[in-house]
């Protein structure tokens, strides 16, 4: 399927966890399908499913406990595909950090450096104002710097 690896990885980074991305992209692809109905083709139809898996990341982010989102060490800690492929300390350090940084910005960063989708998709896909998003990839960036400089990661 045509968006099934990208909609996983966006999962997988907002929650760092491969089952948790599995079933978030199997409920996409599903809630997809049931509100096909409802798409408005004015919209691009990746954005339109982006915010869907977006969505069901942050429903699933919202029901683990608090201290399981923060504590690093509550993470599901075995490697990711690309940690496998790579097998990069700073990719580590980097997905480490993302977890460090709130589900909202996190969002932003995950759809512009991993989906690669343009400020644009990206502003249609949350339904923000493009200004917004750069704000916010701005200060997402700035959590990341400096939570890989506390972790001594740079």
Known sequence: MRYQKP?????LRML????????VAQTTFLKAFEHL??????????????RIAINESLNALALRKPSEELDGKALDEAPGPDRLAEGDQALHAIEDGL????????????????AQLSYQDIAEALGLPEKTVKSRLHSAREQLRAHLSRSGAI
């Open 99 to 114: 977890m460090h940084v709130s589900p909202e910005l996190r969002t932003v960063i995950v759809l512009r450096h991993i």
């Open 7 to 11: 909609v996983f990885n966006v999962a």
């Open 16 to 23: 760092r966890n491969p089952e948790d991305a599995l079933d």
């Open 37 to 50: 109905g409802d798409y408005d083709p004015a919209f691009r139809f990746y954005s339109w499913l982006y």
